[in-house]
């Protein structure tokens, strides 16, 4: 039988998966209606796509801050050698971070003035470099790191390869697939048909994006290809694929059929089977392709501390989230507001 050592970063990265799928889902959207509003000129339908996330935006983070904490507190190892190999990306998202959020309140503090259209701007430009980062980094996780002695020994632009690049573009449209379907759902009339038509594009970019990723993973490492097509893992691996084309013909109908939840629904599956496969090529790795979980993991006794108090304070995060949004469920429309 295996001892609590082994389990416990086991369930950490459960824990600390489950922040990042979270996040992913709920800033995912918001940061997609950021990029949106490129293709949205009108000042009414864009205020309508602000006042669908407007009560709940700010929160989102919540879940980045948790997984970052997880990271530090659980797996020092993996914190000490990622960051150092992402300074760049890491530190360009969080300031597009901030600049967005400032861009999204100065806009109505600017409201009539030359300066808001600069606002808008920023939030814009801030949603799609934060999405670009986050992919990025991903990317570059995936295709691993040089690690020597457990620590990083590559240089600062290592991260910035073709590969990362892909995955950067593929995750902004993905949220921009997100937001889209989100509005499908939130909105009514010609915003609503405008968001059908953007998510029908967006769909097919990013499915091509899922299928250059998917098939250029498993190049990168060995063991990557050997998860994939080994038995009887491929067995086991096979629905992921399956299930991809299967959302997707669903997606397709469900915008052709003018259905509001599904969309919505349908990318928030591909998101997830996204992940699932990555966990899939990357388990059970914490740093590609050489340090597992349990080499960078701190002790089994500072990990049951921390256990203890996320089991608390994580529920209550949850319920919190799940409250806000039920509370401003519902159509949005030019005549409401939030301010």
């Given at each position: 039988m295996m001892d609590v050592s082994y389990w416990l970063p086991v369930i950490w990265a459960v824990i600390l998966v489950a922040a990042i799928s979270i996040y992913?889902?709920?800033d995912g959207?918001?940061?997609g209606i950021g990029m949106l509003f490129a293709l949205e000129r009108d000042r009414g339908r864009r205020d309508v796509m602000i006042n669908t996330i407007a009560p709940v935006w700010d929160g989102n983070e919540t879940w980045m801050v948790l997984g970052g904490a997880v990271l530090y507190g659980v797996f020092p190892g993996a914190y000490a050698t990622l960051l150092p190999a992402f300074y760049m990306p890491v530190?360009?998202?969080?300031?597009a971070?901030?600049?967005r959020g400032v861009a999204f309140e100065f806009r109505i503090l600017t409201r009539d003035t030359p300066r808001e259209r600069l606002w808008e701007g920023g939030f814009m430009a801030g949603s799609a470099i934060a999405a670009f980062c986050q992919g990025?980094?991903?990317g570059g996780v995936v295709q691993g790191i040089r690690v020597v002695d457990g620590a990083f020994a590559g240089g600062a632009l290592d991260w910035l390869t073709p590969f990362s690049i892909l995955c950067g573009v593929a995750v902004m449209c993905g949220y921009a697939l997100l937001?889209?379907?989100?509005?499908?759902w939130r909105t009514t009339g010609g915003l609503e048909a405008a968001?059908?038509?953007w998510a029908g594009w967006l769909a097919i970019g990013l499915f091509m994006g899922i299928v250059a990723v998917s098939a250029w993973t498993p190049l990168l490492h060995a063991p990557y290809l050997r998860r994939w097509t080994d038995w009887p893992n491929i067995a086991l691996v096979a629905p992921v694929p399956v299930l991809v084309v299967v959302l997707g013909i669903v997606l397709a109908r469900s915008l052709r059929r003018g259905q509001t939840r599904v969309p919505f629904a349908c990318a928030l599956g591909w998101f997830g089977l996204c992940l699932s496969g990555l966990g899939i090529t990357v388990w059970p790795y914490a740093v590609p392709p050489g340090?597992?979980?349990?080499?960078v993991s701190s002790p089994p006794s500072s990990q049951f501390f921390q256990l203890v108090g996320t089991a608390i304070m994580m529920p209550i995060i949850l319920t919190y989230t799940i409250h806000s949004y039920r509370v401003f469920r519902g159509k949005v429309t030019e005549s409401d507001g939030y301010h």
């Open positions: 992913v889902i709920l959207f918001d940061l530190v360009v998202m969080l300031l971070l901030i600049f990025v980094i991903l937001g889209a379907t989100w509005l499908v968001c059908r038509r340090l597992t979980l349990w080499d």
